[in-house]
């Protein structure tokens, strides 16, 4: 869902067409939900992750072909809303972009060798998350390509980069004797914190500056600071996902809380 939320922060509030925003980023949700199925299978299958308590693969009675039901229900939910979108806004030339990164996704998990078991799988959710998830919803907002879209892009890669190194360093002896050669894998335990901790600070200076360069003024000013204190607050403290997650979304939330605040103020004056 940040991503949605971060469209209208970054765009500063212009927006030609907020319901079909909406519709869109319940549609990410819905496939989302169905990359998160498919991943717990392929990982159940293959001996990763199997001390994961929360799977969904256990949820359905430790039997991964219910899990996978499940996704292609929730991927074919979500991709008949985003074509409803695309459809109701004339904007099929979105589906250019989106249907590779869809594909993508797809072997990410796909197969006897998914790419998350490779060395490309931490940049494949870069790229699905920043320029995919968020790149097409910023069309679907109606913005053209432009600085907040880079900003835009480059934070959430980032910030989907860092929540998928945060959970990797408890992972690393199972993952190893699968054969999944994640991040922690190659670099160790440290060096993945470390890096995780290094992505989020991206992720906030991204969007304070995305927001800066929509209003330059106090807005942008002030979220600069509070990206700062973000990063001395996490800073030294052991990134895990569900740290990054809260810590993600209190930033959003208080720059769109900026974001409406100006726009008071500019009615009052």
């Known amino acids: ?71 292609t229900v929730s991927l074919l939910l979500g991709g008949l809303l985003g074509l409803l979108v695309l459809w109701q806004q004339s904007q099929w030339w979105i589906l250019w972009l989106a249907v590779p990164l869809l594909v993508l996704g797809y072997l990410y998990n796909a197969g006897p060798r998914p790419l998350s078991y490779t060395h490309l799988g931490e940049w494949v959710t870069g790229v699905c998350y920043g320029p995919g998830v968020f790149g097409c919803l910023w069309f679907v907002a109606g913005r053209e390509m432009d600085a907040q879209w880079l900003a835009g892009s480059v934070a959430f890669a980032a910030l989907a980069m860092s929540l998928l190194l945060s959970h990797q360093p408890p992972q690393i002896a199972t993952d190893r004797e699968a054969g999944k050669l994640s991040f ?8 993945t914190r470390s890096v995780s901790y290094g992505l989020f600070v991206l992720f906030v200076f991204a969007i304070g500056t995305g927001v800066w360069l929509a209003a330059p003024g106090w807005q942008g000013g002030l979220l600069m600071l509070i990206a700062a204190g973000f990063a001395y607050r996490l800073y030294g403290v052991p990134p895990n996902p569900k740290r990054i997650l809260v810590a993600a979304s209190a930033f959003i939330l208080l720059g769109s809380l900026l974001l409406v605040t100006a726009g008071l103020l500019l009615l009052i004056a």
């Open 1 to 71: 869902m940040l991503p949605g939320l971060g469209v209208p922060l970054l765009a500063h509030g212009q927006l030609s067409f907020g319901l079909g925003l909406a519709l869109a980023t319940l549609a990410v949700v819905l496939l989302q939900h169905a990359i998160n199925l498919y991943n717990d299978a392929a990982d159940w299958r293959l001996g990763a992750d199997v001390e994961k308590f929360d799977s969904w693969v256990r949820v359905h009675a430790e039997q991964p072909h219910l899990a996978v039901r499940h996704g």
């Open 184 to 191: 922690a894998v190659r670099y160790g335990a440290d060096r």
